[in-house]
């Protein structure tokens, strides 16, 4: 292995690793040496220098010693010898122990220092002799022993001459160390300096090497990738080693490698886009496909085939390099072999185990073509294959190939069906030009007749303005219709009125006068009036309906209640047919909100059938309420209607058939009105029936209906329903002039009130009229407004100016429908009450009249006097009944309301708000019942007043009224009513 494949992190540890052994070494070295150094330097002090020093002192030793003995002699007295001797002890004491520092220290031959021992010693012994031949007198002997040539001295120079060869050794030795020492430390010197040469060397070496080694293939990796940067994609990096950057220029190497086939693809992929935007026409593409995908593939056969229109099978198309068999079809849902695979993956297949029998095979000149490998590219139109494309060939495909196919794929697949979808266009624009060319033809053929068209449209123009003329038309008397309705039937109820009143009249009269056949007739027409009023009473209703004018007044009821009412209103027939009437209508169900009044007149009217068409068995009434709705049925056992008339019966002047109209009568306007209030009320009518079975009758109306407030009844105040005669006054001597044109009412009239002790006076019209109030002026007049030629209202105006005439009361008594318009008329004129013909019978007329004549005065009544428990309001203590007031102008109710309340109650009337208010002044009635709508002076002026005045302030008022029902309730009571009661009672 070479150095340069070691890793780079390993060759920095092995040149570091060197240079430290390098270290180490001379470490070692220099450690050795400075040792060796320190020997020398340690025997130089220990051993010369040590001699030496024990030599000096012990020289110092002798020639102290040798100078004390001779200051002996010198000495004065004992204290001084005494001194010297003990100077002489010192030193000889120490020169032992120098002695002994030679004896240890000195290196040359031991002799030396015995010698020089023993030369002390006998020294010593001379000394201490002279000392000793001094201390006992002997002077002169101790003196000549130290002088020169004696014994002492000469000792002492033999001790000096040992000394100094011991010294010279010692010197020579000390030399020699020190030569030894310089010795050494050159060699050390030399040895560092060969030591630090060689690591320096060494580090130069290994940092050289290391530089190289990295430096090296970083240039080369920086050269080849400048060279790849200016597009030299063949550029590689030529440095292979097993190191980290041999790793490097490796990947450098590899991933050019990759780039270079990326752009090479890319390029490929490119020249097929670019060519595949050259062409249009489907063949031109597909062969410019082929060829494309063959050069950029190193494909020798391809292939296209299409799905056929039926979507059955892929048929050939356009190929290069196709032997005939594989022009054939194959079938859509194939889904195996070289091409099924596609179609049925949807994905593009690489097929590498080429069956021996494959349609790419054929033979050539150079034998057999046969493919090793096949790319099949499905193409996709929404979810569906709509197109294959075969490329074969003899060699495997390398992997750019195969990628630069599934780059393509999606632009191929795109363009494929741009190309379809254009020849689609092409055929379509051709059509469309085809069918241009066809239009313009008919365009010109139409432009001749547009001429015809325009004359044509003209006309249609004419006819659509005729028709909404006509349609005005249509609406207008439409209108005129409801209004003629509306109209008629009142004019009808007038003269039909006469009919049922005269007839009423000879009924009495002619009892028991004329033969019974005769009378009989008179039955007949009385009943035949009442039909016909009750045809008349319907059509209006009918009218008021679709006109629009219906009013709906709601108030909660009971239904069984009400259902209690109808059954012993129809019972008489009932039982009259001996069919039973039952009213099997829950005690428990709540109370409805609806318009009573409408709703009675729907059940009456099914009831009332129910009876009318069965002979035998009986009608049920039953009822129940189910989620929010309430369900009334009326079933019978009757005659049943036939399934072809059912639609037809809730039809206006519909019956079933014929037969049953001629048996059971009626005007088939009945379940008409019937079906239209209950629609109005939210609801509606249903029917079963089974002919000959009977028919059930199904009314569902809501709980409650949201329009409207819900007015509570106060049915505890009214009492039970009770009829009574009209208060009886005599006409004696009053004259009444009757202004009237019809003769039957006339008649009725003047019978009536004859009848009474009135003196009448007739004017047939408004001339007579004024003639005979100029001659004399009656007491009262009864007034109709509908005269020929001056009618009532020009009467009324005449006889009001004139000043002898302007207080006469008068009634008006008409079949006209009187506008508001007539009313505010009638009212400035002060009429005493208007009276709708029809409206009043007999004595209503008569307590009418009754009451316009009698003057308030003439009226009995007793004056009222304070209860004595009174509190709040005033209460009355009178004898006998309570007196109610009730102010109301319309007769009906008037009637309704004395039948209710005579029996409990005297019943004081009043027309308008003003006799109203004059009438409580007279007669201090314990309570008001008040209409709103009066006329002279309405409910609302009249309590005003009421309460203005002192005498009457605190009688109770009740509002009693219809109208007000719109409106609400709480407002009634905020204007100062004490109660409410709303109508019909
Ligand atoms: P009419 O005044 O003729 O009774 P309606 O409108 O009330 O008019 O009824 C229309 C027709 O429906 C009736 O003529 C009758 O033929 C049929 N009809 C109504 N109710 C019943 C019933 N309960 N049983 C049999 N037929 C009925």
Redesign the pocket.
């Known amino acids: 292995m070479k150095l340069n494949d070691f890793k780079i992190g390993t060759q920095f540890r092995l040149g570091l690793g060197l240079i430290l052994v390098l270290v180490v070494i001379l470490g070692a070295i220099a450690w050795v040496q400075s040792d060796d150094l320190w020997q020398q330097t340690k025997g130089l002090y220990e051993h010369p220098h040590a001699v030496r020093r024990a030599l000096g002192k012990l020289e110092v030793d002798v020639e102290v010693m040798s100078r004390q003995a001779r200051d002996l002699f010198l000495v004065r007295n004992e204290q001084e010898t005494m001194a010297c001797l003990q100077i002489i002890e010192i030193r000889k004491n120490d020169a032992e122990r120098q002695m002994d520092v030679l004896y240890d220290r000195y290196l040359g031959p031991r002799e030396d220092v015995v010698a020089l021992h023993e030369d002390l010693s006998k020294w010593n012994v001379l000394r201490e002799e002279t000392v000793r031949l001094f201390m006992v007198g002997k002077t002169a002997q101790a003196e000549a022993r130290i002088q020169p040539g004696g014994a002492q001295n000469t000792q002492a120079e033999a001790v000096r001459s040992r000394l100094q060869k011991i010294d010279l050794f010692a010197y020579n030795k000390s030399e020699e160390f020190y030569r030894a020492a310089e010795e050494e430390s050159l060699t050390l010197k030399h040895q560092m300096a060969v030591v630090t040469t060689i690591i320096l060397l060494l580090t130069a070496l290994v940092g050289w090497l290391l530089l190289k080694g990295i430096k090296g293939p970083i240039t080369k990796l920086a050269a080849a990738a400048e060279q790849f940067r200016q597009g030299q994609m063949d550029t590689r990096c030529g440095y292979v080693s097993e190191n980290e950057l041999g790793t490097l220029s490796a990947s450098f190497n590899a991933m050019a490698e990759a780039i270079e086939m990326q752009m090479r693809i890319n390029t490929n992929v490119a020249q097929l886009s670019d060519a595949m935007l050259r062409e249009e026409e489907v063949q031109a593409f597909c062969r410019e496909l082929l060829k494309g995908l063959l050069s950029h593939t190193g494909s020798q056969v391809g292939a296209v085939y299409f799905l056929n229109d039926a979507k059955t099978a892929f048929e050939h198309f356009e190929s290069i390099g196709l032997g005939t068999g594989g022009r054939t079809a194959f079938a859509a849902t194939e889904r195996e072999g070289e091409l099924g695979a596609a179609v049925a993956t949807q994905r593009i297949q690489h097929l590498r185990d080429i069956p021996a029998d494959t349609r790419f095979a054929f033979p050539t000149v150079s034998g057999n073509f046969m493919p090793r490998e096949i790319l099949t590219i499905p193409v996709l139109t929404g979810q569906t294959v709509t197109a294959v494309i075969s490329l074969a060939s003899v060699r495997a495909y390398d992997t750019a190939s195969i990628q630069v196919v599934e780059e393509i794929w999606s632009v191929l697949t795109a363009r494929v069906n741009g190309v379809l979808s254009y020849r689609n266009i092409q055929a379509l624009v051709e059509k469309l030009e085809y069918q241009n060319r066809e239009l313009n033809a008919q365009k010109e053929e139409l432009a001749a007749q547009a001429g015809e068209m325009a004359a044509q449209s003209q006309e249609l123009n004419h006819q659509n303005t005729e028709l909404e003329m006509q349609k005005q038309e249509l609406n207008e008397s439409n209108r005129l219709k409801s209004a003629f309705l509306s109209n008629m039937s009142h004019e009808l109820r007038t003269p039909l009125n006469s009919v049922i009143a005269l007839s009423g009249v000879l009924n009495r009269r002619l009892a028991n006068v004329i033969p019974a056949d005769e009378y009989s007739y008179l039955e007949v027409i009385e009943r035949n009036g009442k039909h016909l009023l009750s045809l008349i009473n ?1 059509i209006l209703d009918l009218s008021r309906i679709e006109a629009g004018r219906a009013e709906i007044s709601v108030s909660r009821f009971s239904v069984r209640e009400l259902a209690g009412e109808l059954v012993e209103m129809i019972e008489p027939q009932a039982v009259e047919k001996r069919v039973a009437l039952l009213n099997q209508v829950p005690g428990d169900l709540p109370l409805i909100a609806s318009d009573q009044g409408k709703c009675r007149h729907i059940l009456q ?2 009831v ?7 002979e035998v068995g009986h ?1 049920t009434i039953t009822a129940e309420v189910i989620s929010g709705t309430f369900r009334m049925r ?1 079933a ?1 056992t ?4 036939a399934a072809t ?1 059912l639609p037809h ?2 039809d ?6 014929d037969s ?2 001629r048996k ?11 079906k239209k209030y209950a629609v109005l009320l939210g609801g509606g009518i249903t ?1 079963e ?1 089974r002919l000959g079975e ?2 059930t ?1 199904t009314l569902q109306l809501p709980l409650t209906l949201a329009s409207g407030p819900v007015v509570e009844e106060a049915r505890e105040a009214m009492g039970s329903q009770a009829t009574g005669a009209v208060s009886s006054l005599s006409g004696q001597g009053q004259s009444i002039l009757l202004v009237e044109d019809n003769e039957p009412a006339i008649i009725q009239l003047t019978d009536i009130l004859q009848a009474e002790g009135y003196h009448i006076m007739v004017a047939h019209n408004g001339q007579e009229a004024l003639r005979l109030i100029e001659q004399q002026v009656p007491h009262a007049m009864i007034l109709d407004l509908m005269m020929p030629e001056v009618d009532g209202f020009q009467v009324l105006k005449a006889i009001r100016s004139v000043e002898r005439t302007a207080q006469i009361p008068v009634l008006i008594l008409t079949a006209k429908h009187v506008t508001k318009q007539d009313l505010n008329f009638l009212k400035g004129n002060h009429i005493h009450q208007l009276i709708q013909k029809g409206d009043i019978n007999k004595a209503g007329l008569l307590a009418a009249v009754a009451r316009m004549i009698a003057p308030p005065s003439e009226k009995p009544a007793s004056p009222p006097a304070l209860s004595p428990a009174g509190g709040g309001r005033r209460r009355f203590a009178r004898p006998g009944k309570p007196v109610v007031l009730v102010v109301e102008d319309h007769p009906d109710n008037l009637r309704t309301m004395r039948a209710l309340l005579q029996e409990a109650y005297t019943i004081l009337e009043a027309t308008d708000g003003q006799v109203g208010v004059e009438q409580a002044r007279s007669h201090q009635p314990d309570l008001i019942l008040m209409d709103i709508a009066l006329p002279v002076m309405d409910g609302y002026q009249a309590l005003a007043v009421i309460r203005e005045d002192e005498s009457l302030r605190d009688i109770p008022v009740c509002a009693v009224t219809a109208s007000a029902m719109k409106g609400n309730r709480e407002d009634i009571l905020a204007r100062g009513f004490d109660a409410y009661i709303s109508k019909p009672i």
């Open positions: 319907d009217n099914l009332g059938n129910a009876v009318k068409f069965t009608v009326v019978d009757g005659i049943g209607i008339h019966i809730f206006e002047f519909r019956q079933a058939d049953t109209s059971y009568g009626g005007t088939g306007l009945g379940l008409a009105i019937a029917v029936s009977g028919s009758f």
